[in-house]
């Protein structure tokens, strides 16, 4: 039978999915300094799910956001390209988190530029979905090195 599919490309259940581990993964952050939690879970081509938190440092510059870190988790676990969806939650209930600028383009060296993007509310009642291309037009890339 035919997998129910989202206009996302993923079905409904790997939405679900997505949204309660990015949710959950808030749990991990280790955010002393900011006080400012942010998970984040990767759909890999395999269909597993990989998590992340940002993770603070006393030297303030040395914070890794939770974008970075499940990228990093699932490149370094095997599960490089070809990812179907990346999904993040703040604690905010008024607005959806929006990924910074560094990660933009970490995401991007990995990701297709159609990959969508869903950025959740902290409850997961709100969410803003934008792929790679519109985060981040006219944008640099590994194939840019090779001409
Ligand atoms: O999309 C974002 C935005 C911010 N942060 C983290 C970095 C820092 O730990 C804290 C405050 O900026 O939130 C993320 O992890 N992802
Ligand atoms: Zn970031």
Redesign the pocket.
């Known amino acids: 039978m035919q997998k129910d599919i989202l206009p996302l490309g993923i079905t409904p259940d790997q939405f679900q999915q997505l949204k309660t581990q990015a949710l959950k993964a808030r749990e991990l952050s280790y955010s002393p300094y900011s006080r400012f939690r942010v998970g984040c879970c990767i759909l890999t081509k395999t269909g597993d799910f990989v998590v992340g938190a940002n993770v603070e440092n006393a030297s303030y510059g040395g914070a890794i ?4 870190t499940a990228i990093v988790k699932a490149v370094t676990s095997g599960h490089r390209g070809e990812w179907r969806c990346l999904a993040i939650s703040g604690d905010s209930l008024d607005s959806c988190i929006s ?5 933009r383009q970490v995401i991007r060296e990995f990701a297709p530029l159609q990959l969508p993007v869903v950025m959740f509310n902290g409850d997961g009642s709100k969410y803003v979905v934008k792929t790679v291309q519109e985060l981040l037009p006219l944008s640099f890339g590994p194939e840019d090195l090779r001409t």
Do not use: D, H, M, T
């Not at 956001?65 to 970075?68: H, Y």
């Not at 990924?99 to 990660?103: A, E, L, S, Y």
């Open positions: 956001c939770a974008e970075r990924p910074c600028g560094i990660c």
